[in-house]
């Protein structure tokens, strides 16, 4: 079976599946959809104000079938006054990964990657929009279907599938999954924010993988997340993404509320 075949059919069970009401299911379109990484921590004094315009996006339009945004809280910082409740070391190691890619010799917050990208906004004109417009209108370089369940003591069960459209980039190509949560908020007490009450979204809770692609140009996605007590169901969100780890290239990305 091709590696579109074997997508329809992975789409296909995934769809019968949600038909119980405990799961949901969603796919890629037509439209490439880009990812933005945004990497912070609560001990920097220069990270709210990005924050605050990433969790601005959805507000101007930008939503999930335009861009799906992941906040990365690192730990770099944890030993200068405040301890972010949210970083890991696993974020740090991917910020460095993605530096070290781009040949980057400062690893620094806040740090956006647009598809893999270092991004700076312009202090004047706001070009954000005419990079995502200019991704949204090449073709997907991969197809996503994703199957999310609920299940008892509070676990999140996710499958699917990444089908790479090229070839050429099957041998590269590696497929994550992402539990973000929105709507968070912290009373900083100590550090360079210390008195200040930080808010942030997409506060990426854990990630998943790398899934390897098969001689086929197919991922298999699955993964049983723990949603941890004081997590907030109706805030959570699960991203699933292929990317070429030689260039960074985000092939496509796909976000889906998790279903109550």
Not at 3 to 24: E, G, H, I
Not at 202 to 225: C, K, M, N, Q
Request: glycine share 8%; proline share 3%.
């Amino acid at each position: 079976m091709d590696c579109a075949r074997r997508f329809a059919a992975v789409a296909m069970t995934l769809m019968v599946a949600a038909a119980d009401a405990a799961t949901c299911s969603g796919e890629s379109g037509a439209r490439r959809v880009a990812l933005l990484e945004l990497y912070t921590s609560e001990g920097c004094d220069s990270c709210p104000p990005t924050d605050r315009w990433v969790s601005a996006l959805p507000g101007r339009g930008y939503t999930a079938e335009q861009i799906v945004t992941l906040a990365f809280h690192v730990d770099y910082w944890n030993d200068l006054g405040w301890s972010d409740p949210f970083a890991k070391a696993q974020y740090s190691a991917r910020q460095r990964g993605a530096n070290q890619r781009n040949h980057s010799r400062v690893v620094y917050t806040p740090q956006l990657l647009l598809n893999g990208r270092d991004y700076r906004r312009r202090a004047v004109i706001d070009d954000f929009g005419g990079h995502v417009s200019a991704l949204a209108r090449e073709a997907p370089k991969a197809r996503i279907s994703l199957q999310l369940a609920t299940e008892p003591a509070g676990m999140l069960a996710v499958q699917g599938a990444a089908a790479i459209v090229d070839a050429a980039e099957w041998r590269d190509a590696r497929a994550y999954l992402a539990l973000y949560e929105n709507n968070l908020s912290t009373q900083v007490t100590a550090g360079e924010n210390r008195g200040k009450r930080l808010r942030h979204d997409f506060v990426v809770r854990e990630i998943a993988g790398p899934y390897t692609v098969d001689d086929r140009g197919s991922a298999a996605l699955g993964h049983r997340f723990r949603i941890e007590p004081g997590w907030k169901t109706g805030d959570l969100h699960v991203a699933a993404f292929a990317q070429n780890e030689r260039s960074g290239d985000i092939l496509q990305a796909l976000a889906l509320a998790v279903c109550r």
